[in-house]
């Protein structure tokens, strides 16, 4: 089967740095999403990674390894409101998207 | 403010009852999708459509049906609401079908179903 795993939850201090891990088993690999999703909001678009290697893009960075199944999203001088649930998707080889149940961010002071 | 556009917003709906959800996009997109979310799990898809005028079933289709008569509005319509079917539904949309296409999602749906 079809498989995205992200830990439940996570806590973090404001302004450190946190890594919230997604490891997938999917029938094929076309690219690999990151959302961040608030709570009682909708998902909203952080990343894509197709190759290999690390994707900078403000705070925030998205790392793949497509022979390890593997992906992380590092967040970088947290702030309050970076508290959120991150959201791990993989498109698979029929171009369906595939949904990790999501990382619980606590971020405190 | 151009983006997806859900209603309604929450509901509470007796079992066996009809309903639908309305979803409706000013940006031209010509793939939309519905999703339910539910604690522990990731979204699930109920059905999409590519282009107007087409529909497909996704993961989990049973009990639930969808129209795309026109680009902008993509109703989804449960025909006789169950207890299970309490969940947060979210409306998608993205510019096309594609393996690297990101998706716009409404504000959501909160149904309770007793």
């Known amino acids: 089967g079809q498989n995205i795993d992200q830990p439940t939850e996570m806590t973090a201090t404001e302004g450190a740095i946190v890594q919230i891990n997604c490891t997938y088993q999917?029938?094929?690999?076309?690219?690999l999403f990151w959302y961040q999703q608030h709570a009682g909001e909708a998902p909203t678009f952080l990343s894509y990674?197709?190759l290999d290697g690390l994707e900078e893009k403000g705070r925030f960075s998205s790392f793949l390894s497509r022979s390890k199944g593997y992906s992380y999203l590092l967040l970088k001088e947290l702030q309050m409101k970076d508290s959120a649930s991150y959201l791990c998707?993989?498109?698979?080889?029929?171009?369906?998207?595939?949904w990790g149940a999501g990382t619980k961010l606590i971020i405190k002071p | 403010i151009a983006g997806i556009t859900q209603a309604p917003t929450s509901q509470i709906l007796a079992a066996g009852r009809r309903m639908t959800l309305r979803c409706t996009q000013d940006?031209?997109?010509?793939?939309m999708y519905w999703y339910r979310q539910d604690l522990g799990l990731g979204l699930r898809l109920i059905h999409y459509?590519?282009?107007?005028?087409?529909?497909g079933k996704g993961e989990v289709p049973d009990g639930y049906s969808v129209s795309r008569a026109n680009t902008d509005d993509f109703p989804l319509t449960l025909a006789s609401a169950v207890p299970s079917q309490t969940s947060v539904y979210f409306c998608?949309?993205?510019?096309?079908?594609?393996?690297?296409?990101?998706?716009?999602f409404g504000s959501g749906t909160q149904l309770s179903v007793l």
């Open positions: 459509s590519n282009t107007a005028g087409t529909t």
């Open positions: 998608a949309s993205s510019v096309k079908t594609g393996p690297n296409e990101k998706l716009f």
């Open positions: 990674n197709v």
């Open positions: 998707a993989v498109t698979d080889s029929n171009y369906q998207l595939i």
């Open positions: 940006m031209r997109h010509n793939a």
């Open positions: 999917t029938s094929g690999f076309n690219g």
